[in-house]
């Protein structure tokens, strides 16, 4: 039998998550082509490694690629955006009922918000982002669902390019702060209706800033 090889991955995950980053941060703009020598040439590695790094971001949707053409950081299409909320609402909301009724209190979803609620309005996009999707993942995860925490999970990396395009709706990390603490505060009072209005809600919001930065963002390419 032929000796298997494994290849290295460490510089393949390092180079996915400081794209990922760059991504979220706004750094890597939507639509624009990232040609894989320019890219390879800025990090120092070999052409296949970036090659790679990409194709892990197509998988999880960050990144899109089409035949002849360079990886491009894309820009959610309103069917697009509402395909996406349509599935996290059905996670989500039932997620919510779920720890609400059980009148638990997620200790994960409280440190996300305590996070949020510290950030000064200059904080990174990314880290917001990243404490975003901490506090709706602890909701999931209290569950103690791993099939619904799976459906989750897939939907992430979609989600994290969601919020770093919703960056242009908030003036400052607080606003997100309080519309997650005042979700936190009504499933710990166990008010179950009102968490799932409130789980709506702020989806809604966040499909119909989206939908707003998104036809903006058309309508300064067409002009």
Known sequence: MAKLTLKPV??????????RERVLNGELAPEIPLPELEL?????????TIRAAIHHLTLTGLLS?????????????????????????????EAVRLVTESRLRPAAAEQAVRLLESFPPDTKWSDVVEADLQFHRALVAATKSPRLLRLFELLEDEIRLAI???KPAYDSPATLAREHRELLTAIESGKTGTAMALTHQ???????????????AGRARVG
């Open 10 to 19: 460490s510089v393949i995950s390092a180079l996915a998550t400081s794209l």
């Open 65 to 93: 690629r089409e035949a002849n053409r360079s990886a491009f950081v894309p820009r959610l299409r309103e069917e697009e955006i509402s395909d996406l909320f349509s599935v996290r609402k059905v996670v989500e909301t």
């Open 202 to 216: 702020h989806l809604d919001q966040a499909i119909g800033d989206l939908t707003r930065t998104t036809s903006s």
């Open 40 to 48: 390879a040439k800025q990090y120092g590695v070999a052409r296949p």
């Open 164 to 166: 770093a395009q919703l």
